[in-house]
């Protein structure tokens, strides 16, 4: 779209613009959902929320600048332009999106949910929180910071990465992280209870809340009767004792992988890890899927034994 065509909608909609030059300037939000445009003008810059839901829109314009929030829930949107920034939310759920440009700032909340991400780039800047439901990412960066929190449920994550900072929310099925500690069905209430080496140190949830162990057992026993606070802090201070144990024997790694171990060592008895050696063609995805987390998680125990 042209800037001249572009100019056209605003004033059908009657929202205030200026013009300096080649770029164009919108001092309001700007709620275009349902509208029958395809792109946007280079060079545009939107004070307040840009909501693009559920256009005919496939890609944004070079030098976007968004001062709210970005919505492009249900467009046809595969990539992002790189140095894009939005110091709101960004809205990226159920699109075609499969990877996030280089230099990418986020004010607040980045939604990937149900998108086709694999991976994050090392220099992302999230200020908010990532929502990385049902993606199929498998891993984060090293020293990864984001500033409320992190989702991970229904990922393919297997392991938290070294220096992981993510506020005060984290959100996982600890079942499936091979490097926390968790205690289920605790106390009357059927607590899970996990502990996470982020934020610089252990840290102790119950409700996705992470907290110093000192501060959960606080907040516990204000919460719950003096029987099942104790019940609580005492699941909380196992995991605390059991994943610093293995923390210092370099066994963080594989000690909660007994399947997935079980599943490598089947493949090798039916020769089937002698013949991927050799092939060309890809290997179904399932056994890909087994090998890339057995693979992750022997580094992640060689990493931390260096430590």
């Known amino acids: ?13 009657n929202v205030p613009y200026s013009i300096d030059g080649d770029k164009i300037f919108v001092n309001r939000h700007l709620h275009l959902r349902y509208a029958s445009i395809t792109s946007l003008p280079n060079n545009l810059s939107v004070d307040g929320d840009l909501d693009l839901r559920e256009t005919g829109i496939s890609r ?16 046809g949107i595969s ?49 908010g ?26 990922t393919k994550i297997i392991s938290l990465p070294n220096n992981l900072s993510v506020g005060h929310i984290l959100c996982l099925q600890p079942e499936n992280i091979s490097n926390v500690a968790y205690r289920e069905n605790c106390g009357k209430h059927n607590l899970t209870i996990f502990a996470a080496r982020v934020n610089g140190g ?8 992470l907290r110093k162990l000192s501060d959960f057992e606080i907040v516990v026993d204000l919460k719950y009767l003096s ?3 104790e019940d609580y802090k005492q699941a909380a201070r196992e995991c605390v004792a059991e994943l610093t144990q293995r923390w210092k024997t370099g066994g963080c790694g594989m000690s909660n992988s007994p399947e997935l171990l079980q599943s490598i060592q089947e493949m090798h008895e039916a020769s089937v ?8 063609d890809a290997i179904p995805q399932e056994d890909a899927v087994l090998l890339a987390r057995f693979a992750l998680e022997s580094l992640l125990v060689l990493t931390q034994q260096k430590l």
Request: charged share 25%.
């Open 1 to 13: 779209m042209n800037m001249n065509d572009f100019i056209e909608v605003l004033q059908e909609k």
């Open 60 to 75: 944004l314009p070079d030098n976007l600048n968004v001062g709210g929030d970005l919505d492009l829930r249900y467009t």
């Open 79 to 127: 990539s992002l332009p790189d140095n894009l920034s939005v110091g709101g939310d960004l809205n990226l759920s159920e699109t075609d999106i499969s990877r996030l440009p280089d230099n990418l700032s986020v004010g607040g909340k980045l939604d990937l949910r149900g998108t086709n991400i694999t991976s994050l780039p090392d220099n992302l800047k999230i200020d």
């Open 129 to 154: 929180y990532l929502d990385l439901r049902r993606t199929g990412i498998v891993s984060l960066p090293d020293n990864f910071s984001v500033g409320d929190g992190i989702d991970l449920r229904d």
């Open 202 to 209: 252990i840290r102790i949830s119950a409700d996705f809340s």
């Open 227 to 229: 029987k099942d606070a």
């Open 273 to 280: 890890l002698a013949d991927y050696v050799c092939q060309v």
